[in-house]
Nanobody, 121 residues
Framework: EVQLVESGGGMVQPGGSLRLSCAAS????????MSWVRQAPGKGPELVSS????????YAADSVKGRFTISRDNDKNTVYLQMNSLKPEDTALYYC??????????????WGQGTQVTVSS
Protein backbone atom coordinates (compact mmCIF):
# COMPACT_ATOMS: atom_id res chain seq x y z
CA GLU A 1 0.00 0.00 0.00
CA VAL A 2 1.02 3.58 -0.60
CA GLN A 3 2.78 5.12 2.37
CA LEU A 4 4.15 8.64 2.75
CA VAL A 5 5.95 9.61 5.95
CA GLU A 6 6.75 13.27 6.52
CA SER A 7 9.41 14.52 8.92
CA GLY A 8 11.53 17.56 9.69
CA GLY A 9 8.94 19.97 11.01
CA GLY A 10 9.24 21.95 14.20
CA MET A 11 9.19 25.37 15.80
CA VAL A 12 11.28 28.10 14.21
CA GLN A 13 11.55 31.87 14.52
CA PRO A 14 10.56 34.15 11.64
CA GLY A 15 13.37 34.25 9.10
CA GLY A 16 14.54 30.78 10.02
CA SER A 17 14.80 27.64 7.93
CA LEU A 18 13.58 24.06 7.98
CA ARG A 19 14.05 21.11 5.66
CA LEU A 20 11.14 18.71 5.36
CA SER A 21 11.52 15.15 4.13
CA CYS A 22 8.98 12.66 2.82
CA ALA A 23 9.84 8.97 2.67
CA ALA A 24 7.74 7.10 0.12
CA SER A 25 6.98 3.41 -0.23
CA UNK A 26 4.39 1.08 -1.69
CA UNK A 27 4.51 2.45 -5.24
CA UNK A 28 6.97 3.18 -8.03
CA UNK A 29 8.22 6.51 -6.75
CA UNK A 30 10.03 7.56 -9.93
CA UNK A 31 6.80 7.24 -11.94
CA UNK A 32 4.96 9.95 -10.01
CA UNK A 33 5.06 13.70 -9.85
CA MET A 34 5.16 14.74 -6.20
CA SER A 35 3.84 17.74 -4.29
CA TRP A 36 3.81 19.38 -0.91
CA VAL A 37 0.48 20.53 0.49
CA ARG A 38 -0.16 22.49 3.68
CA GLN A 39 -3.23 23.05 5.78
CA ALA A 40 -3.60 25.68 8.47
CA PRO A 41 -6.27 25.41 11.18
CA GLY A 42 -9.69 26.33 9.83
CA LYS A 43 -8.48 26.47 6.23
CA GLY A 44 -8.53 24.12 3.30
CA PRO A 45 -5.48 22.48 1.77
CA GLU A 46 -3.11 24.69 -0.20
CA LEU A 47 -0.77 23.38 -2.87
CA VAL A 48 2.69 24.65 -1.95
CA SER A 49 5.08 23.12 -4.45
CA SER A 50 5.37 20.32 -7.02
CA UNK A 51 8.11 18.46 -8.85
CA UNK A 52 7.96 16.21 -11.89
CA UNK A 53 9.12 12.61 -12.00
CA UNK A 54 12.71 13.36 -12.93
CA UNK A 55 13.06 16.57 -10.95
CA UNK A 56 13.54 18.72 -14.04
CA UNK A 57 10.45 20.86 -13.64
CA UNK A 58 9.02 22.45 -10.51
CA TYR A 59 6.11 24.60 -9.42
CA ALA A 60 5.88 26.89 -6.42
CA ALA A 61 2.91 28.85 -5.16
CA ASP A 62 3.29 32.62 -5.28
CA SER A 63 3.20 32.75 -1.50
CA VAL A 64 6.39 30.69 -1.21
CA LYS A 65 8.17 31.42 -4.48
CA GLY A 66 11.79 32.38 -3.90
CA ARG A 67 11.75 31.01 -0.36
CA PHE A 68 10.90 27.30 -0.71
CA THR A 69 12.66 24.77 -2.93
CA ILE A 70 11.33 21.31 -3.71
CA SER A 71 13.67 18.48 -4.69
CA ARG A 72 13.67 14.70 -4.91
CA ASP A 73 16.06 11.76 -4.78
CA ASN A 74 14.59 8.87 -6.72
CA ASP A 75 17.29 6.49 -5.49
CA LYS A 76 16.15 7.16 -1.92
CA ASN A 77 12.41 7.42 -2.68
CA THR A 78 12.40 10.75 -0.89
CA VAL A 79 10.99 14.23 -1.57
CA TYR A 80 12.33 17.31 0.20
CA LEU A 81 11.11 20.82 0.85
CA GLN A 82 13.77 23.35 1.81
CA MET A 83 12.01 26.23 3.56
CA ASN A 84 13.93 29.48 4.01
CA SER A 85 12.95 32.93 5.26
CA LEU A 86 9.98 31.45 7.07
CA LYS A 87 7.04 33.66 7.98
CA PRO A 88 4.31 33.22 10.60
CA GLU A 89 1.80 32.66 7.80
CA ASP A 90 3.75 29.54 6.82
CA THR A 91 2.52 27.89 10.01
CA ALA A 92 0.60 24.78 9.00
CA LEU A 93 0.58 21.01 8.86
CA TYR A 94 2.65 20.01 5.84
CA TYR A 95 1.94 16.89 3.80
CA CYS A 96 3.62 15.35 0.81
CA UNK A 97 1.44 13.82 -1.85
CA UNK A 98 1.54 12.20 -5.26
CA UNK A 99 0.58 14.23 -8.30
CA UNK A 100 0.96 17.62 -9.99
CA UNK A 101 -1.93 20.05 -9.60
CA UNK A 102 -4.34 20.28 -6.71
CA UNK A 103 -7.09 18.22 -8.35
CA UNK A 104 -4.78 15.30 -9.02
CA UNK A 105 -3.20 15.56 -5.58
CA UNK A 106 -6.58 15.48 -3.88
CA UNK A 107 -7.72 12.59 -6.05
CA UNK A 108 -4.70 10.41 -5.35
CA UNK A 109 -4.75 11.10 -1.60
CA UNK A 110 -2.49 9.01 0.66
CA TRP A 111 -0.93 12.06 2.29
CA GLY A 112 0.34 10.44 5.47
CA GLN A 113 0.22 12.06 8.89
CA GLY A 114 2.00 15.29 7.99
CA THR A 115 4.62 17.26 9.88
CA GLN A 116 3.84 20.42 11.82
CA VAL A 117 5.66 23.66 11.01
CA THR A 118 5.22 26.50 13.47
CA VAL A 119 6.81 29.90 12.81
CA SER A 120 6.64 32.11 15.87
CA SER A 121 8.68 34.48 18.01
Amino acid sequence: EVQLVESGGGMVQPGGSLRLSCAASGFTFSSYDMSWVRQAPGKGPELVSSIDTGGGSTYAADSVKGRFTISRDNDKNTVYLQMNSLKPEDTALYYCARGWGITTVLSLGSWGQGTQVTVSS
